[in-house]
């Protein structure tokens, strides 16, 4: 079913969309440095199934400055067809939005994952968005694109995160936009460093109007897991001791000056506050500013 949210930070217009969603299993793996039970636990607490978790893709349009401007992509369209449109709804969304693909302007990217690159694509490799600029964290780029770095790189999930983003990049003509942290990229939208996750994973302060809200990308995951407990480590971090401190570090800051927050993997429409909760956080879902 599609989906869109709609609210403004002053003047620039914010249409939240979804790009579907993938269940989960809890098992081992998930987490580092604690159990398959401690996962469990903290999803009963949350009031949760504790044998699997709904992961969420929530990619944003920001109308700025006179432009349509697109941050992270989703699955892609070719996951629609895979998983009979259970995720990679990102065009069927933009469309029901009323959202031309090919008048998105600009395509901000926050890390190379695939959740969050493929859907620069289409099912035949031509471009989703053909009109617009992409640009991508400058260090991520730099990284990924090394060979090098592509062949130190350890068997199993770091080799195919190397091989899928030569694979979109590639079919891009690497035709792409760096940007530098601490920048504005696009009017009202500054580029902020959040490494851990990935090397070059990247949020946003968007300001307009004398509002602000904080994109906070893939800082947190999951928010019956990451927020209560921010020091875990997710099997997903390329850094995960970097992650854990850099959620720490954001989430008092966010928490300190009354920041919301619009979250790419949060329960749709994302955008939420976060509160201090015992040693960790709360992650209280709003409507609008």
Same mark, same amino acid.
């Given at each position: 079913?599609?989906? /869109?949210?709609?609210?403004?930070?002053?003047?620039?217009?914010?249409?939240?969309?979804?790009?579907?969603?993938?269940?989960?299993?809890?098992?081992?793996?998930?987490?580092?440095?604690?159990?398959?039970?401690?996962?469990?636990?903290?999803?009963?607490?949350?009031?949760?199934?504790?044998?699997?978790?709904?992961?969420?893709?929530?990619? &944003?349009?920001?109308?700025?400055?006179?432009?349509?401007?697109?941050?992270?992509?989703?699955?892609?369209?070719?996951?629609?067809?895979?998983?009979?449109?259970?995720?990679?709804?990102?065009?069927?969304?933009?469309?029901?939005?009323? &959202?031309?693909?090919?008048?998105?302007?600009?395509?901000?990217?926050?890390?190379?994952?695939?959740?969050?690159?493929?859907?620069?694509?289409?099912?035949?490799?031509?471009?989703?968005?053909?009109?617009?600029?992409?640009?991508?964290?400058?260090?991520?780029?730099?990284?990924?694109?090394?060979?090098?770095?592509?062949?130190?790189?350890?068997?199993?999930?770091?080799?195919?995160?190397?091989?899928?983003?030569?694979?979109?990049?590639?079919?891009?003509?690497?035709?792409?936009?760096?940007?530098?942290?601490?920048?504005?990229?696009?009017?009202?939208?500054?580029?902020?460093?959040?490494?851990?996750?990935?090397?070059?994973?990247?949020?946003?302060?968007?300001?307009?109007?004398?509002?602000?809200?904080?994109?906070?990308?893939?800082?947190?995951?999951?928010?019956?897991?990451?927020?209560?407990?921010?020091?875990?480590?997710?099997?997903?971090?390329?850094?995960?001791?970097? /992650? /854990?401190?850099?959620?720490?570090? &954001?989430?008092?800051?966010?928490?300190?000056?009354?920041?919301?927050?619009?979250?790419?993997?949060?329960?749709?429409?994302?955008?939420?506050?976060?509160?201090?909760?015992?040693?960790?956080?709360?992650?209280?879902?709003?409507? /609008?500013?």
């Amino acid at each position: 079913m599609a989906e /869109a949210h709609r609210y403004k930070i002053g003047d620039i217009d914010v249409t939240v969309l979804s790009d579907g969603f993938r269940m989960v299993p809890v098992n081992g793996n998930y987490l580092a440095n604690a159990s398959a039970d401690d996962l469990a636990k903290a999803l009963a607490v949350a009031g949760l199934p504790t044998d699997k978790m709904k992961n969420t893709y929530s990619p &944003i349009v920001l109308t700025t400055g006179g432009k349509r401007v697109l941050f992270d992509t989703g699955n892609g369209s070719a996951a629609a067809a895979e998983s009979n449109n259970e995720r990679g709804t990102l065009n069927a969304d933009l469309a029901t939005a009323g &959202i031309d693909r090919n008048a998105i302007d600009v395509v901000v990217v926050s890390h190379f994952h695939a959740d969050h690159v493929n859907g620069l694509l289409m099912p035949d490799n031509s471009r989703a968005f053909p009109n617009a600029e992409i640009m991508v964290p400058e260090n991520e780029w730099t990284f990924w694109m090394d060979d090098g770095e592509m062949s130190r790189a350890s068997k199993g999930r770091m080799t195919e995160l190397f091989a899928n983003n030569r694979r979109v990049f590639d079919a891009l003509g690497r035709k792409v936009t760096p940007y530098a942290w601490d920048k504005e990229i696009v009017p009202g939208v500054t580029a902020v460093g959040t490494p851990g996750h990935s090397i070059g994973h990247t949020s946003f302060v968007v300001s307009s109007g004398g509002k602000t809200v904080f994109v906070q990308s893939d800082v947190c995951n999951n928010v019956a897991v990451f927020a209560p407990h921010p020091d875990w480590h997710g099997f997903f971090d390329q850094d995960p001791p970097k /992650a /854990a401190a850099t959620r720490r570090r &954001i989430y008092d800051m966010l928490v300190a000056d009354r920041l919301p927050v619009q979250g790419y993997h949060f329960p749709f429409p994302a955008l939420a506050r976060i509160e201090k909760a015992g040693g960790g956080y709360r992650v209280v879902p709003m409507g /609008a500013l």
